[in-house]
């Protein structure tokens, strides 16, 4: 039993690895190692393309995961006030946006903005004489589509696990309900607030689907890797893969840990 | 005197400036309320908090119906009765957690139904405790303080908060967390949260029910003390009537939301407005009825047994051969379970002093058992 498990982790991490390893190779060819070096490293990050790249990429995840933060927190505490069937639909409709696949909101997004541009830019054109197209802003409205359900559904665990009369308790103390949302509700969420900031901020820095779909003329780091590899996998794209991975490996832990010490001040 | 509005009554209750050069003591907290309400706005025989015709609905279940509930200043009452009864949502409606269907609710002579629990110059410690767990305790003890507008100072704040937890015997503790306090500790930094607010009345939703058999009994007598002390009025809600008769000046037992019967520990205790009342406060035994619509009720203590018939005192409404069945010993008396043919099973108990005299019963052994005319209480079965 123990061995086939760890054969299934070598099967899983085992490309993950390698590609890090190589990241850190001397010579010019990806999979041909002729000693250690940062040299790659340097090379990427002089690469004026992959920091433009780096740049688009950073904004959007920030946008995603601001917006998603704000409206997500305010989703949860929306559904905490409606019962019965209606909650039951917010619910289910919550999961659904976390599971539809990432193709699928791409090519939605994608048809469903062609179709407002089609509709609005002659309107628009002949006004102020401006078009709407694709970009940056489109490819972080839809993160914060399936990011509002991420944020929503760690607020939500952390809503249900509070102690409602905390609430009591502050208004009991002369608390008025903004007073109380501020003092005690807020600092309480914040830790799943925090979590589902850095979720977002990671889902939307590594996503490569639907910002292909509705990127257009913006290149975010993930398209850049995906664009470049059709020229052979050089040591440079390595390093630029390690770096996504290692900023997403360590905001999830982060998250991670935040989650756990809320826990403890949960009640 | 009387104030206009709630938010000014608010106001008087602690004025800042004040604070800390008044709460030095328990006896400075009394000063205070002299110097607050002068010539006793809150007169010995005012009530603090008064239902007139409260009935809260669920759905079609009223919890509580046409409640004329009332409490007076100063005092201790408690309100008792099995879960179920109406006594939470009467705390809750009193707190402003909960508005009644009808009927209205005064807190100190002010109309206050539908004002929401922020405005209400109440306070209450929560079956819980519910402190607030990202707050230190002197932050969680300055919360209500702290809502005030104008806000107090920080330095009169912090004197205050270290009076109030003097008060509840918990010096220094300000700075820790509640998760690094015990039960007790947590229920005394509750108190001191509601009570260096000065509420008119503190309200206690079973408090003790978290602690453990030992500890209880030390907090029944802090609580009752601490009442004494700041003078404020105590308002308790349990279904341990132990706790409700030793602890308060008048107990309210309620069922299925209304009020059965109010009034002192020893008048619930010795005259029962029904059966319903004798069977919860305190242990009883029922025997059959003049008629079917009443039972005779004596209590076990009232009961005299001897080793005959013959033996037992003069002057007895009631002499009957009996059996022992169980012998329970309980240090200062003895609980005997006894059967007589007449009569079916019922209780004794049987003081030390009696036992020294008149020797311990077996099981088996073949004894007698009488009571004084005095001592029967004939209750309706409502």
Redesign the interface.
């Known amino acids: 039993m123990r061995i086939y498990a760890i054969l299934i982790y070598i099967f899983l991490y085992a490309p993950i690895a390698l590609i890090v390893g190589f990241s850190f190779n001397a010579g010019k060819y990806a999979m041909d190692w002729q000693g250690f070096s940062v040299e790659w490293y340097a090379k990427a990050f002089s690469n004026p393309l992959i920091m433009e790249a780096l740049r688009t990429s950073v904004f959007i995840a920030f946008s995603t995961a601001l917006l998603s933060a704000i409206i997500g927190t305010l989703t949860a505490l929306g559904l905490e006030r409606v019962s019965g069937w209606l909650r039951t639909a917010f619910d289910a409709l919550i999961y659904v946006a976390i599971m539809v696949p990432g193709i699928v909101i791409g090519i939605s997004t994608l048809i469903a903005f062609v179709s407002f541009f089609d509709l609005v830019n002659p309107w628009l054109t002949s006004a102020w004489s401006i078009k709407l197209e694709m970009g940056a802003w489109a490819v972080i409205a839809a993160h914060v589509l399936f990011n509002i359900a991420v944020v929503a559904l760690l607020v939500r665990a952390r809503l249900q696990g509070m102690d409602r009369s905390l609430v009591e308790a502050s208004e009991d103390l002369y608390a008025t309900p903004l007073g109380t949302f501020r003092q005690v509700v807020l600092p309480l969420l914040a830790p799943a607030i925090l979590a589902g900031f850095l979720l977002a901020f990671t889902f939307s820095f590594e996503d490569f689907i639907i910002a292909y779909f509705v990127a257009g003329p913006n290149t975010t780091l993930p398209i850049y890797v995906f664009s470049s590899i059709r020229r052979g996998v050089t040591p440079e794209i390595n390093a630029v893969g390690t770096v996504v991975l290692m900023t997403s490996f360590a905001l999830l832990i982060v998250a991670q840990l935040i989650l756990q010490r809320g826990q403890k001040t949960a009640r | 005197m009387r104030c206009s509005g709630l938010m000014a009554e608010?106001k008087l209750i602690v004025p800042p400036d004040d604070v800390a050069s008044m709460i030095d003591t328990a006896a400075g907290l009394m000063e205070l309320q002299e110097t607050i309400f002068p010539g006793g706005l809150v007169a010995q025989d005012q009530n603090v908090i008064e239902f007139r015709q409260v009935t809260k609905r669920f759905g079609t279940v009223a919890a509580v119906a046409d409640n004329n509930l009332s409490v007076k200043a100063g005092e201790f009452l408690s309100i008792l009765g099995p879960s179920g009864c109406g006594k939470t949502t009467s705390l809750r409606m009193m707190?402003?957690?909960e508005q009644p269907t009808s009927g209205e609710v005064f807190i100190r002579g002010q109309n206050v139904t539908g004002v929401?629990?922020?405005?209400r110059p109440?306070?209450?410690v929560?079956?819980?405790y519910?402190?607030?767990?990202?707050l230190s305790v002197a932050d969680n003890v300055s919360?209500?303080l702290r809502?005030?507008t104008p806000r107090p100072s920080a330095s009169d704040i912090s004197k205050a908060v270290d009076e109030a937890l003097a008060m509840v015997r918990l010096d220094g503790y300000g700075k820790r967390r509640s998760?690094e306090l015990s039960g007790g500790q947590l229920q005394r930094v509750a108190l001191a949260?509601?009570l260096i607010?000065r509420p008119a009345v503190l309200l206690l939703d079973e408090p003790l029910a978290a602690l453990d058999r030992k500890l209880r009994r030390d907090m029944q007598i802090e609580l009752q003390n601490l009442q004494r002390d700041v003078g404020i009025t105590f308002l308790l809600v349990t279904h341990d009537q132990e706790e409700a008769l030793s602890m308060s000046d008048r107990v309210c037992v309620m069922r299925e939301g209304k009020i059965v019967q109010t009034g002192s520990p020893r008048e619930l205790y010795d005259r029962p407005v029904n059966r319903y009342v004798a069977d919860f406060v305190g242990k009883t035994n029922f025997f059959k009825g003049p008629s079917t619509d009443e039972t005779l009720s004596v209590r076990p203590e009232m009961i005299e047994i001897a080793a005959s018939v013959a033996r037992l005192p003069e002057g007895l409404a009631a002499r009957v051969p009996v059996k022992v069945l169980n012998r329970i010993f309980l240090g200062e008396h003895t609980e005997y379970r006894v059967a007589s043919e007449a009569l079916g099973e019922f209780m004794v108990m049987a003081p030390r002093k009696s036992e020294r005299e008149a020797g311990v019963y077996d099981i088996g052994d073949m004894i007698a058992a009488g009571w004084r005319a005095e001592s029967e209480r004939i209750l309706p079965n409502t």
């Open positions: 608010r707190a402003g957690f929401p629990a922020y405005r109440v306070n209450m929560f079956q819980h519910a402190l607030f767990p990202h919360y209500g809502q005030r998760y949260r509601a607010n």
